[in-house]
């Protein structure tokens, strides 16, 4: 990772415009495609957070939890318009890999040949 391209995730109240920091200043790390779950209640984000590599991650409750292991690098994710599926593209060094995730099972509903 390059010093200064850290990034960080904040949420902002609309009404008052109070901003709150979601992520960790204290831990270098590169945050992409964050969506809130339409419950409300969850935030998915791609970082490189604690690693190397990219990994999926949930904001849930005030606290980050990592998703996808250490080692399997995430390109990118999407979340689907009803929260119970994530599409996750896995780098494989010199191909990529799509796997739809249950959101609820954090369990692969189809990995695709």
């Known amino acids: 990772m390059l ?4 990034t960080a995730l904040w949420t902002v109240e609309v009404e008052t415009g109070k901003r709150t920091r979601l992520t960790d200043d204290r831990v270098p790390s590169i ?13 998915y984000a791609v970082s490189n957070q604690g690693s190397e590599l990219s990994r999926l991650w949930r904001w849930q ?18 979340l689907s318009p009803d929260g119970a599926t994530m599409a996750v593209v896995f780098d494989r060094e010199a191909s990529s890999r ?8 954090l369990t692969p509903r189809l990995q695709p040949p």
């Open 3 to 6: 010093p200064g391209n850290d």
């Open 31 to 43: 945050w992409s495609s964050a969506q809130h779950a339409p419950d409300g209640r969850s935030i």
């Open 61 to 78: 409750g005030g606290t980050w939890t990592p998703l996808t292991r250490d080692g399997d690098a995430v390109e990118s994710a999407a």
């Open 98 to 105: 799509l796997e739809l995730i249950d959101t609820g099972r």
